[in-house]
């Protein structure tokens, strides 16, 4: 029922078309972009359930006590636990090698302004994990969602970056001007992922 009516919103109220050309295995990690604006979250949260699927999110640990965490884990929810040692890309690598399923959906710019410098935990999340990357671009200018290439991290972060910040160049998001590709990180230490919580 809400599948289908998330189709028809997004399809005939909104305009948007699909061109998604990889398959998307059980465990990956979803790179999207553009980001630019609050909508990009709700034609997200459309196509996924147009789609059937159930991405992860991210959740401190504390939530996931009682009933409550039964039900967040079922749907798709992470505990995270600030307190250990280990960085937060290590907690989800961990994550996604005991799950059967693991979806994580990442907009690696981190804020809808303008921002040079990505956040790549999802980049390292994935390269410890040994998941592939999809990468979704929101292309609003043609009012599409699309995903025609993944990598696989090969542990040279600069260099597959700049195979990631060549193809998201062809796309424009709702606000063209608040998108910027990858100059690499402000400092040496910005590797933690931020986490859309779809």
């Not at 979250?41 to 789609?51: D, E, P, R, T």
């Not at 401190?60 to 307190?83: D, H, T, Y």
């Not at 994580?104 to 390292?124: C, D, L, Q, V």
Request: net charge positive.
């Amino acid at each position: 029922m809400f599948q289908t009516l998330s189709r028809f919103i997004l399809h005939r109220l909104m305009g948007w078309s699909i061109h998604v050309t990889c398959t998307i295995p059980d465990k990956c990690v979803i790179c999207v972009a553009p980001h630019t604006s609050n909508w990009d979250f709700v034609i997200g949260k459309l196509y996924a359930s147009a789609m059937g699927l159930t991405a992860n999110f991210l959740m401190k640990k504390e939530w996931f006590a009682g009933p409550l965490g039964f039900l967040f884990k079922r749907m798709g929810g992470i505990p995270v636990e600030r307190s250990r040692r280990s960085s937060l890309t290590d907690q989800l690598a961990d994550a996604a090698r005991r799950r059967d399923h693991f979806l994580m959906a990442i907009t690696p710019e981190a804020t809808r302004s303008r921002n040079p410098h990505w956040k790549r935990g999802f980049y390292y999340v994935a390269h410890k994990a040994g998941l592939p990357i999809l990468l979704f671009a929101l292309d609003f200018e043609h009012k599409r969602i699309v995903c025609t290439q993944q990598i696989t991290p090969s542990g040279n972060a600069d260099a597959d970056m700049q195979l990631i910040n060549a193809y998201y160049s062809g796309f424009k998001g709702k606000y063209p001007e608040k998108f910027a590709l990858d100059e690499g990180p402000a400092t040496p230490l910005s590797t933690e992922p931020t986490a859309t919580h779809t």
